[in-house]
């Protein structure tokens, strides 16, 4: 059933997600496409949607199929939001490697590192109502942290200060991936203690303790590095509400944002929903072994808060849309318009480390999100203060507050993913033109 009331109340306050002209709203949160009116004497070049021209929108379907041709991922699923009203959704290409197919709008695909942001913001849920300080220590409830040590050229040193929560939130934590740090000794003891469950389980307890057993690639708070942070934050958040990291989710964005298709692991008869990565990708194989989302991890391996969900294009406009309305979506409110423009804004003034492997240039960092410092310098059109995350399979999104957009590319082709993120981004801002 769909409520015509529902649909113009949200169009009217710009809180909810409506789709374009020709969509009703329904009361479960999904789309239906309804005949729209004929225009009259109008050039398709001159139709305009939310400021975008329908005729430039256009563009994107043909340059993905391109892409699908060129052999940078099976297919993909574009959306765009504009004032809360979805401009633009649609489904390109294959969801299977093999391309026999065709590639559905409700396709679920692992987010990987799209997992950041929706953790990192129930961190900043959680901050808000109290549980826990942006400066409070990570050993308040990590007791498995407190004898950490630093890594320097001239022997492993005392941290001049505690890993904060806002360490975990930005990156700043001094922990590594292994695959991205520059000390090989380091590397070697994440992989040896199997910090990432790169390849097989490991209990959450144990991850920790053996991470107190490692040293930092930094102080706390004077270098941005890409990291397990967010898995660490995952767990933190674990101990602080004393429940699972999935329950906490589901609980505070997951279900009453209507996310019915994200989740950390794949009912067996939904498999089949997932998209997949060309055979001919060289990252394939290897990146597979780390991303199990066909049995639930709880009780077996850690709910990585970092890396681990599955999910629709759909289901993340409608977060990346409560972020652009400053924290609310459907007249619920999940963090407050401070809290929002808080995480929003650069939290690594002074500090090394750049964010141009995922961004380009142009980015620092706030909570959670990539942060543009000013309308230059960057290698794709934006707005200073638009925000941006991406995974490594391939998904992307961003937010820009001032244009009151939000757009996600949802695609599964690791090894052309910055290609991919900064083409998409050219073509959605090609195409607004009031």
């Keep these: 059933m769909f409520s015509k ?41 001159a139709i ?57 709008k409700d396709a679920l695909f692992r ?14 849920m959680m901050v808000e109502q109290g549980k826990m300080g942006l400066n409070d220590p990570l050993t308040k409830w990590m007791p498995e942290l407190k004898d950490l040590k630093v890594e320097t050229a001239n022997g492993d040193v005392p941290l001049n200060r505690p890993i904060w929560v806002q360490d975990v939130m930005r990156h700043t934590s001094g922990f590594v991936y292994a695959g991205g740090t520059k000390s090989a000794r380091i590397k070697k003891m994440y992989d040896d203690l199997n910090i990432e469950a790169r390849e097989t389980d490991i209990t959450a307890d144990d991850m920790l303790k053996n991470l107190g057993q490692i040293p930092l690639a930094n102080q706390p708070g004077t270098f941005w590095e890409y990291s397990i942070s967010v898995d660490v934050l995952g767990l933190l958040l674990e101990r602080v509400a004393k429940k699972p990291l999935d329950a906490i989710l589901n609980e505070l964005l997951l279900t009453p944002l209507g996310m019915k298709d994200t989740t950390w692991w794949v009912q067996a008869d939904q498999l089949g929903r997932i998209a997949e990565t ?22 077996k391996s850690y709910f990585k808060g970092g890396a681990g969900l599955v999910g629709t294009a759909t289901d993340y406009l409608k977060f990346l849309q409560m972020m652009v309305n400053g924290g609310e979506l459907d007249g619920k409110r999940y963090l407050s318009r401070k809290g929002v423009e808080f995480m929003l804004s650069q939290h690594t003034v002074g500090m090394g480390g750049t964010t141009m492997a995922s961004t380009g240039p142009g980015y620092g960092f706030g909570l959670g999100f990539a942060v543009r410092l000013d309308e230059g310098m960057a290698w794709v059109p934006g707005s200073k203060g638009d925000a941006m995350w991406a995974g490594a399979w391939g ?27 900064m083409l998409y981004k050219h073509l959605v801002y090609g195409a607004l033109v009031k």
């Design 111 to 124: 987010l990987a590192s799209m997992t950041k942001p929706l953790v990192t913001v129930a961190a900043m």
């Design 278 to 299: 060309l055979d001919s990708d060289p990252l394939k194989v290897e990146m597979l072994k780390s991303y199990r989302q066909s049995y639930n991890p709880l009780g």
């Design 5 to 45: 009331k529902r649909f113009l109340r949200s169009k009217a306050h710009g809180a909810g997600l409506v789709l374009a002209t020709t969509f009703l709203l329904s009361t479960n949160g999904s789309f239906a496409q309804t005949p729209a009116a004929p225009a009259v004497n109008v050039p398709a070049a």
């Design 395 to 421: 998904t992307s999104f961003w937010i820009d507050p001032k244009e009151k957009l939000a757009a996600v590319i949802m695609a599964q082709g690791p090894s052309n993913r910055t290609h991919t993120r």
């Design 48 to 104: 305009v949607v939310q400021g975008f021209s329908n005729e430039r929108l256009a563009r994107i379907a043909p340059s993905m199929q391109e892409q699908v041709s060129l052999g940078m991922f099976p297919g993909a699923v574009t959306m765009v939001a504009r004032n809360g009203v979805v401009v633009h959704n649609e489904a390109h290409g294959f969801l299977d490697s093999a391309k026999t197919k065709p590639m559905p």
